[in-house]
């Protein structure tokens, strides 16, 4: 593994049969979908995890309850396909004609438009990492003791000064474990953003254009190592940096998500 | 003790918890065919002195003992000696009613019989029954014993949890306030059993309740912080007790 | 803010159905009992099915969960009835990190463990893989559960003169079995739709195999093989195959909810 040294992670030019390995382009394009996909899902699930038990009306909480939890276990694979064949024409159709035309001005929106893109994968990863959030973010807003929020009611706080004064603060670190959580799933998820990404060894500043991550370089060529055994370690090499940081990250997550459950044995 | 010689006694037996003494230097002996009564403030070590008697108390992290405890003159903490088959000699009912709730009526009962395997099938359902009989149980459940257990009030389960402790013929059955869970009726069927079951086994019950204590003993121990203070005849006990702290707690001025 | 979420679980929701419908759509048509009976048919002949995968994956899953379940449990019944230990906190620990590995690096690991061993692809590996992601899962939930279980049970049993080791057993994971029971279920289904892991360990196969030294296909692995292949006659296969994997994941996760809700009611 030494061989590579930190060209491997410094430099753009991924050419198996010349020998030259640098993972630079994906390790942009991990972060950049995971952050990406974070992004949106973020207010999205923390919004339902949030309304669910609190203002949901009770008959929806449990069918909306349910069709989270299937949505999370739809296989990786299902959602590339769906990606491929519904998500991305829907896309190029409607959606990414109005952003190039609106935001062009911006680097991230011009053209080219490719259908498969990083844009696309961080869309399919929003999709994917938003049930997950939500479920564990659930999980830890239910483990807030009830008597915070009704100490917030008997103060004449509204239900909604009671959640946001009251419950997400007592929450907070659970809450951002439960994201960091999500990222961790977004780093390492491999099939779907495989199917959607374009893979192309390539930075380009638009959002647009194809990209790769690491979970899908492996995927893709560590099957038939076109470069030979020098290929193979380059990509070993690519799946120890990308467990290395899962774990680091889930590590994080998992002592923020300890310190709420703590909170509630000691109270 | 009066009468001849004491089924299970201790020899200055303390129980630690880490560096806390809960139980300190305990000489007790009790007979045969009696029930002992062990009364006190919570916390004064009543329990846990209990649970030295049929070695539960190790079972606690970080506990530990010194001294001695001899059933039938034989140290029950002498190496060599197995908890696990010293627990089938020593029976225990806890404060909380325990059934199991995966296994039925009858499978609760014979939970601890089965440990023996030479036991036939047949075996098994005659003592199930004569166990339940003498929980005073059976007329209660004999229609239902494949229902769970789980489907009895508090008082019966508190009586299966008897049977199931009787079922294997221990010498000794230890109570750790059978009854602080139990509305009075309950309460006075498992007190009348008590009386019956002292025909064939040693009881010591732990109650936090003085009359209880009155009506079911033979002799009383009163524990006061980790000590034993005084032990006698119950009805010597509650009449004219000889320590002052008895005295005081007996008639309700503390604890 | 309030309606704002409520836009919120609508647009959490949606993709739900977006996707059941276009695989209903789109896969349903295909559904014929030849599909669940006959091995693929040649590129440009209709008819042709996904049977070969089907076994496959009943049999890469099933013996990973054969071996995954039980060490789940085990683990799970260490960290727990041997709580406060250094060992049963750092068996926690690693299993909580090890549930966020991502399956491509699982895979990898796979690979590198048996493939690379054994110098040949095979169904085991894959099983291997799909063990090694069910292990913390299975753990997990395990440990929770058996947590739930009493303190007073267990002194009920080590009163009676039960070992501890025959009190864990026969008490405490009895107790706490419904619920494992269902958290299996859970990681049997999460599992079942993982294709990463198997992509350099089962690899794939044209053919019916029941042989877990070789190669082997699975449903997962059909449905990117026909999804980002060419002909639009293998599309229109990888929408069918991912209509019978979906059907095969919602069955167990629908499963191991009706285990969990019927001991729930009939301990009310």
């Known amino acids: 593994m030494g061989r590579f040294g930190a060209s491997f992670i410094t430099t753009s030019t991924w050419d198996p049969v010349a020998g030259q390995f640098g993972a630079w382009p994906a390790i942009v394009g991990t972060l950049l979908t995971s952050l990406l996909a974070l992004s949106m899902a973020v207010p999205l699930s923390l919004g339902v ?21 299937l949505l999370a276990a739809i296989p990786s694979v299902v959602y590339g396909l769906w990606g491929i064949f519904v998500l991305i024409p829907f896309l190029t159709t409607w959606v990414y004609p109005f952003l190039e035309a609106r935001l062009g001005f911006l680097p991230f929106f011009t053209g080219p438009v490719y259908g498969p893109s ?82 192309r060894h390539e930075v380009a500043a638009s959002l647009f254009a194809p990209g790769y991550t690491m979970a899908a370089v492996i995927a893709n060529e560590f099957a038939d190592a076109a470069g030979g055994p020098i290929h193979e370690s380059a990509l070993i090499l690519m799946a120890l940096l990308l467990f290395g940081v899962t774990v680091l990250v889930n590590a994080i997550a998992r002592l923020m998500i300890w310190r709420v459950s703590l909170g509630r044995g000691n109270t | 003790m009066t009468d001849g010689a004491p089924r299970i006694r201790t020899e200055r037996l303390s129980a630690m918890y880490g560096d806390f003494a809960a139980v300190r230097e305990v000489s007790l002996a009790f007979a045969p065919n009696r029930v002992h009564a062990l009364i006190g403030p919570s916390g004064c070590g009543k329990s846990t002195f209990l649970r030295t008697l049929n070695r539960m108390h190790e079972t606690i992290p970080g506990a530990w003992i010194e001294g ?29 009613p325990t059934p199991f709730p995966f296994m039925s009526i009858a499978d609760n009962v014979a939970a601890g019989l089965v440990l023996d395997r030479s ?86 019950i732990v109650t936090h309740n003085m009359q209880q204590a009155a009506r079911v003993s033979d002799t009383t121990s009163f524990f006061y912080m980790g000590s034993m203070v005084e032990h006698g005849a119950t009805k010597q006990m509650f009449t004219a007790p000889r320590e002052e702290r008895t005295e005081a707690y007996i008639t309700g001025r503390f604890g | 803010m309030v309606t704002l979420m409520g836009v919120a679980v609508v647009l959490a929701v949606l993709p739900l159905f977006l996707i059941l419908g276009s695989l209903i759509l789109k896969g349903a048509s295909s559904l014929s009992l030849g599909f669940f009976l006959n091995r693929p048919a040649p590129v440009g002949e209709t008819g042709g099915g996904v049977a070969h995968a089907i076994t496959g994956t009943l049999m890469i899953v099933g013996v990973a969960a054969l071996a995954g379940v039980p060490i789940g449990i085990a683990g799970g019944l260490y960290a727990s009835e041997y709580r406060g230990t250094r060992l049963a906190w750092i068996t926690r620990f690693v299993a909580d990190v090890l549930n966020g590995t991502p399956s491509i690096v699982v895979g990898l690991l796979a690979w590198t463990w048996v493939v690379a061993t054994q110098r040949h692809f095979s169904a085991l590996a894959g099983s291997f893989a799909l063990a090694f992601l069910m292990i913390p899962m299975v753990m997990r939930t395990t440990e929770e559960l058996v947590r739930l279980v009493p303190d007073s049970l267990r002194e009920a ?10 009190t864990t057993l026969v008490v405490v994971l009895r107790t706490a079995l419904p619920g494992i029971v269902t958290g299996s279920l859970l990681a049997v289904a999460r599992v079942s739709g993982e294709t990463a892991p198997l992509l350099f360990t089962a690899l794939g196969s044209e053919y019916f195999s029941f042989d877990l030294e070789r190669p082997m296909a699975a449903l997962p692995l059909v449905v990117y093989k026909y999804a980002t292949g060419p002909y639009p006659e293998w599309h229109k296969l990888a929408w069918t195959a991912s209509l019978v994997l979906i059907m095969v994941v919602f069955a167990l996760s629908i499963a191991a909810r009706v285990v969990t809700r019927q001991r729930l009611g009939r301990n009310d």
Request: hydrophobic fraction near 50%; include cysteine.
């Open chain 2, 68 to 96: 001695r405890v001899l059933l039938d003159e034989g140290d029950v903490y002498a190496s060599g000696v197995s908890p696990v088959r010293l627990r089938r000699r020593v029976g225990m009912v806890f404060q909380k």
């Open chain 3, 157 to 166: 049993a080590l009163a009676l003169g039960y070992s501890r080791w025959r």
């Open chain 1, 49 to 69: 995890a949030i309304y669910l038990p609190e203002f949901a009306p009770g008959p929806i909480r449990r069918p909306v309850a349910t069709v989270i939890e």
């Open chain 1, 118 to 199: 990083v844009l696309s994968a961080s869309i399919i990863l929003t999709v994917m990492i938003v049930p997950f959030i939500m479920s564990v973010s659930r999980e830890v807003l239910l483990a807030v003791p009830s008597g915070q929020r009704e100490a917030a009611l008997a103060l004449g706080a509204t239900r909604w000064e009671a959640v946001s004064t009251a419950i997400v603060p007592y929450a907070k670190s659970g809450i951002i474990g439960a994201v960091i959580l999500g990222l961790g799933r977004a780093l390492g998820e491999t099939m779907a953003v495989t199917m959607l990404i374009g893979n």
């Open chain 2, 119 to 204: 036991l036939s099938k047949a075996r098994v359902a005659e003592v199930v029954e004569s166990s339940l009989r003498r929980a005073a149980l059976w007329d209660e459940v004999k229609d239902r014993l494949n229902a769970s257990a789980m489907g009895l009030s508090g008082g019966q389960q508190q009586r299966l949890c008897l049977a199931r402790s009787i079922a294997p013929e221990p010498e000794v059955i230890l109570l750790d306030e059978p009854t602080a869970s139990l509305d009075p009726m309950g309460t006075q069927k498992i007190e009348e059993l008590v009386f019956d079951l002292k025909r064939e086994f040693t009881i010591v």
